[in-house]
């Protein structure tokens, strides 16, 4: 039915105190519970983890063309197997002091060796006494000569790199190859470079101060950190192939272009395959051949010349982002569904990987991946089964209560039923007796004349809303069944129209048909007549005297339309989603003077629905209200 309101309602909520403290007692909980969980899941040792997401951050910066330098100050001599060829062996003492002669004249400012040694002896040059003195005789030659040992002196230790003579002149320098073994991943790759160890800079920030000034204040180094006693920094890794390469016999046979070594830093390294030592695992591949060792020390003395090491966020903004991370899966899991709940964090993480990567890719910043993931994956498993204990619960709850509600309901739905049965004698008595006194040859007073129509009106009233109570029954008890006949919808119409046209002529309304020529559909004319009634008498009673109430009905797509439209108050947009729940009446109608049972359009609403039909409403609160019945043809 049409309520009228005097006003519009507010849709303002406004918590309750104790509510609101709920609440927020409540999500405090969830955020100490994710706190704690972030702080315990950031002390977890994840470094191989890490590593491994650290390295497809590399792999992906190199596929975007983003690693290799624009400028690169060092250039790669290696003694090779066409070397080994050529001299049925490795080139010795004598070799050597002729290359380093040939090289020195094209001009390059450091000339760095990367051979293995042991015991103060190079392990892979051979030769006599006096070729040793010419080698070394060669290297006196040369200003910034340096062979590349994997040692390191302690304090105390002056000289303990030194070469047995008569190669104890010949600089020896601490430039070793960090590999993750014992700390950190444990997987053998190289990720880092030493900077200085126990306060002495060593080989690699002082030959690239020579070309970037700046650093040479190592304090100026981008992205180091303390580990033990020395001070490391992060590799910014281009990919294998990146430096110019040439060979021992390239140099031998001067085949090198006149200023392409011009104050350029040249490493001698070997690729013989001879030994192990002779590589380096980076983070493109964990393959023991999968860079030279001369290469590893091209791409350090190149992160430090550009000064672009990598950066890694210190420890308290990883626990801070792993808190919001836990705090974020806590909140998700206790608010949303499971599989809205699953896609935010399915998005989070995939989000998070983006930033993430792109951080490292074009601003060198490594943002530590792994406990935020494994946050989302522990606070996700961890309280999901409370969730659902807690909902299981809830769920046993609500279906007991719903028990016990269905048997009130159908108590009372018993209850109502004999008693609207029992209340139809009485009123048929009173209804048969108003007939009789009616009929009577005694004439009656005008008072006496009113009160008969007083008792007849509100018997009628009283019948209507028995009717109801009795159909509303056999609803709730499922025992109605549709009779179904061939009828002509209009007819069934017109009969409702005559049958209500005293009622509106009562308040002076017009009653108008525009009914198009229908097919016969299979209806139960008793329900469908009540449901056309229901919608025409509550057309009538919340329309205003004198207007006009507008019937249509037409074929469309193998439906049946009917509209009845009034000219009434309306129906405020608050009020429309509830007008078809049983029992339904707003505050404003029910202190108003028209009365109703709030069944009507419920069952109006339910006959309709039992015909495959609906029923829907448009109104416009003070202009009026349009009801239509769609009835399947078939």
């Known amino acids: ?88 062996g490795f080139p010795t003492y004598s070799h050597h002091a002729q290359f380093l002669t040939k090289l020195h004249s094209l001009g390059p400012k450091f000339i760095l060796y990367d051979f293995r040694s042991k015991d103060n002896e190079l392990l892979d040059i051979e030769g006599t006494a006096a070729d040793k003195i010419n080698f070394a005789n060669a290297v006196g030659k040369i200003s910034h000569f340096y062979i590349l040992t994997d040692e390191l002196e302690m304090r105390g230790e002056s000289g303990k790199l030194q070469l047995n003579p008569p190669l104890n002149y010949v ?40 070309y970037n000034r700046s650093i040479r204040d190592v304090n100026n180094i981008r992205g180091q950190f303390e580990l033990y006693d020395s001070i490391q920094g992060y590799t910014q890794f281009s990919p294998s192939g990146t430096y110019p390469t040439y060979s021992f016999t390239d140099i031998m046979d001067g085949l090198i272009p006149a200023e392409e070594f011009k104050n350029k830093i040249v490493i001698i390294g070997t690729d013989t395959g001879k030994s192990a030592r002779e590589y380096v695992m980076t983070p493109f591949s964990s393959e023991v051949t999968s860079m030279r060792s001369a290469e590893y020390h091209a791409n350090v003395l190149q992160t430090l010349i550009n000064n672009e090491a990598v950066a890694r966020w210190p420890k308290w903004t990883n626990i801070l982002l792993t808190c919001l991370i836990s705090f974020l899966t806590v909140y998700t899991v206790f608010t949303l569904r499971p599989g809205k709940g699953l896609l935010v964090l399915l998005l989070t993480l995939l989000s998070l990987s983006i930033v993430v990567t792109l951080m490292f890719v074009y601003f060198n910043i490594w943002v530590d991946l792994t406990h935020p993931f494994i946050a989302i994956f522990i606070c996700y498993y961890f309280f999901i089964p409370y969730r659902l204990i807690r909902e299981n619960r809830l769920s046993w709850e609500y279906y007991q209560r719903n028990q016990l509600l269905r048997q009130v309901e159908e108590l009372k739905t018993n209850f109502i039923s004999m008693m609207s049965h029992d209340l139809k004698t009485p009123i048929a008595r009173i209804q048969g007796m108003t007939e009789m006194i009616a009929s009577d040859e005694q004439k009656l007073s005008i008072h006496q004349h009113e009160a008969l129509d007083n008792i007849k009106t509100s018997s009628d009233d009283l019948l209507k809303f028995i009717n109801s109570i009795l159909q509303y029954g056999r609803i709730e008890s499922q025992g109605l069944e549709l009779k179904l006949q061939s009828k002509d919808i209009n007819a069934l119409i017109s009969v409702v129209v005559k049958k209500l046209e005293f009622l ?34 509550n057309a009538i009673k919340y329309s205003r005297e004198e207007s006009t109430i507008y019937i249509l009905s037409r074929e469309e797509n193998n439906f049946i339309y009917i509209d009845f439209k009034d000219e009434g108050v309306g129906i405020p947009a608050v009020d429309l989603p509830n007008i078809f729940m049983k029992f339904f009446r707003s505050h404003d109608v029910k202190i108003s003077t028209i009365k109703g049972s709030g069944l009507g359009l419920y069952l109006a ?19 009026g209200s349009t009801f239509t019945v769609k009835l399947p043809i078939n």
């Open 1 to 88: 039915m049409a309520p009228i309101p005097t006003q519009k309602p507010s849709h303002k909520i406004e918590l309750k105190p104790k509510t609101f403290l709920r609440r927020l007692i409540s999500l405090a909980i969830k955020a100490l519970f994710a706190i704690l969980a972030a702080v315990a899941i950031s002390f977890l040792k994840l470094d191989y983890f890490e590593s491994y997401f650290y390295d497809q951050r590399v792999r992906i910066k190199a596929a975007l063309g983003q690693s290799k330098p624009t400028h690169t100050q060092s250039i790669i001599v290696l003694i090779d197997h066409p070397t080994i060829v050529k001299y049925q």
């Open 171 to 210: 600089n020896r320098a601490p430039a070793p190859k960090t590999t993750d073994t014992i700390l950190f991943a444990k997987d053998g790759v190289s990720r880092r470079f030493m900077i200085s160890y126990q306060d002495e800079v060593l080989l690699h920030p002082r030959v690239a101060g020579w």
């Open 504 to 537: 509106a002529k009562i308040k002076r309304i017009k009653i108008k048909t525009s009914l198009e020529p229908l097919f016969p559909s299979l209806v139960d004319p008793d329900l469908i007549k009540q449901v056309f009634s229901n919608l025409l008498e």
């Open 605 to 623: 609403s339910y006959f309709a629905e039992l015909h495959q039909g609906t029923i829907t409403v448009n109104s416009e609160f003070g202009v």
